[in-house]
């Protein structure tokens, strides 16, 4: 199925390290998501976006709807180890309720 | 805790077989969506349902069904079941179509 380009795929970075992943469509989105996944749980919601050039932050993410409409960042400062795990973002189209998820990047944190 | 629950939370089977998913939405919300993901991959949408009727269909095999209760649970029925059926399966739910989706823990289906 159709899906949004993440990247990284995957990054290892040391404890209190910056982190910056991004997600990119070729289509113009409305609202922007992204989720935290945990080794063998479910998707958790950590932002929410619904307007270009928003920026919102939820303790050290922040996240930010990229004003083309096309792309999204996701920003975590002074990385812990429990922010291993997989982050998604997921956008939704103009015209269209569906969400479309991005392949995932993976974050590892070297302690 | 998102407040969608799922059960089993695990499930091993054998080849051929059929087995049920569960998926209890969010308190007040009327749309669940169904997901599979397989090992290191990304989520698959399978089917979506409003109020108890079927809205969109993803990449769901036709040896799978699914279907919405007059009190919004949702159950994901697998048959015939093949070793690559093995996966997370998740559903999420969410107010209406198109609000922001909340996700269950998932079930992890192993097929022997």
């Known amino acids: 199925g159709q899906q949004l380009n993440q990247s990284p795929q995957s990054m290892f970075i040391q404890e209190g390290e910056d982190v910056s992943m991004n997600c990119t469509s070729s289509?113009?989105?409305?609202?922007w998501l992204w989720y935290k996944q945990d080794p063998g749980e479910g998707p958790v919601l950590l932002i929410a976006?619904?307007?270009?050039?928003e920026l919102t932050s939820n303790g050290r993410l922040t996240a930010q709807f990229g004003i083309t409409r096309k792309d999204s960042f996701l920003n975590i400062s002074a990385s812990i180890p429990s922010d291993v795990g997989i982050y998604f973002c997921?956008?939704?189209?103009?015209?269209?309720?569906?969400?479309?998820f991005g392949t995932g990047t993976r974050l590892k944190v070297l302690a | 805790d998102s407040g969608v629950t799922q059960t089993p939370k695990h499930l091993i089977t054998a080849t051929g077989q059929r087995v049920t998913l569960r998926c209890s939405p969010r308190?007040?919300?009327?749309?669940v969506y169904w997901y599979q993901q397989s090992l290191d991959q990304g989520l698959q949408f399978l089917i979506h349902?409003?109020?108890?009727?079927?809205?969109a269909k993803g990449n769901i095999l036709e040896r799978f069904s699914a279907q919405q209760f007059p009190d919004l649970h949702s159950e994901l029925n697998l048959s015939s079941l093949e070793l690559g059926d093995s996966a997370l399966y998740f559903c999420?739910?969410?107010?209406?179509?198109?609000?922001?989706?909340?996700f269950g823990p998932g079930t992890r289906l192993l097929v022997l």
């Open positions: 308190s007040g919300d009327l749309s």
């Open positions: 999420a739910s969410s107010v209406a179509v198109g609000e922001t989706q909340y």
């Open positions: 976006l619904y307007k270009a050039g």
């Open positions: 289509s113009i989105f409305n609202t």
């Open positions: 997921a956008g939704q189209g103009s015209g269209t309720y569906k969400y479309i």
């Open positions: 349902y409003y109020n108890g009727e079927e809205r």
